[in-house]
């Protein structure tokens, strides 16, 4: 049992988790309220569930490579939570990596293949090559490292978006898609930017956050994450900002919201999103210890779940 719960930590299985809700909340709430016909249309759902699992394997495989290369920094940071060469060698970290990798992009080709959308394929390759150049190498660099998971945590909504939209093409052999699948392109396209950007803007504070967290190992082995490169107070209004700025789009997009009576959502959104979101703007003005920033982080991921959840609301209001 404590090899599994191990592993368990060492894929973040919360994170897969959380993938996996994201998905299946966009699917089953957003891209079935812009559909024109629900109750006649009926969507095939083992390329959505085939799609989720690519995207599963595929960020377990790159929670276990960061961990390989990050067992020394690690081992300063967070002693307690050092998964690799302390209860699974490294030998098979690199074996479980590749495993998941691999599966996670068989799956993408067999998706890409039926439906004819070979982006996914080539999205998917993409995100495996820079999981593992991250890991490496711009993890340590200012800013590259904090943009690269951002963007990638924006793609597990964006992949769902370039499938749905990349049938409207697809060969009516495919077999998976009807190309009489009516639904609102633009309109999907506009929801899959507000909860891509939203992801990708609060994933850019979070890793900033975490680099405050996480000084004293990346020092001590030559990272230039942008607390070390810029200063604490400098790294700090740069999350100040982003969270500014989040907070004021979503203020924006609550206002015509409320004009289209969708009042549940605004309520919901400004108690749950931008109140806590102006909440973690005063602790990090006030933070100073790691013990500070990682609470900011957990917050932040806590704000992130609140905003994915927004998307039942797509069920009863649009």
């Known amino acids: 049992m404590k090899l599994l719960s191990a592993f368990l930590r060492l894929v973040r299985w919360p994170n897969l988790v959380f993938i996996g809700l994201t998905q299946w909340l966009y699917f089953s709430c ?3 309220a812009v559909i024109h016909n629900p109750v006649e249309t009926q969507y095939p759902l083992l390329p959505v569930w085939l799609l989720m699992a690519a995207s599963i394997l595929i960020a377990a495989g790159g929670y276990i490579i960061n961990d390989y290369f990050d067992m020394h920094i690690d081992s300063v940071n967070k002693p307690d939570k050092v998964v690799v060469d302390k209860h699974v060698k490294r030998r098979w970290a690199i074996f479980w990596h590749m495993l998941f ?103 850019v504070v979070r890793e900033v956050v975490k680099d405050l967290e996480d000084m004293q190992g990346d020092a001590q082995y030559n990272c230039n994450t942008m607390p070390i490169a810029w200063g604490v107070p400098a790294s700090k209004v740069f999350s100040a900002v982003w969270i500014v700025v989040a907070a004021a789009a979503l203020a924006i997009v609550q206002f015509y919201a409320w004009q289209s009576g969708w009042w549940p959502i605004v309520l919901y959104c400004i108690l ?6 102006l909440l973690i703007l005063r602790k990090l003005q006030l ?32």
């Open 101 to 203: 990798s691999m599966a996670g992009l068989f799956i993408s080709a067999f998706i890409s293949w039926r439906s004819g959308t070979w982006l996914i394929l080539a999205g998917n390759i993409f995100c495996v090559i820079l999981l593992w150049f991250y890991s490496t190498t711009f993890k340590k660099k200012l800013l590259i490292g904090n943009i690269i998971i951002s963007a990638l945590t924006a793609w597990v909504i964006l992949v769902f978006y370039f499938y749905f939209s990349g049938g409207l093409y697809a060969s009516a052999t495919s077999g998976w898609y009807n190309n009489h699948h009516d639904f609102d392109i633009r309109r999907l396209f506009k929801f899959t930017i507000l909860y891509a950007g939203f992801a990708f803007i609060l994933s």
């Open 30 to 32: 957003v891209f079935e």
């Open 272 to 277: 749950l999103v931008i109140g806590p979101l």
């Open 287 to 318: 933070a100073s210890q790691p013990a500070d920033y990682r609470h900011i982080s957990n917050l932040i991921k806590w704000v992130m779940l609140a905003g994915i959840l927004s998307m039942l609301f797509f069920k009863f209001l649009v």
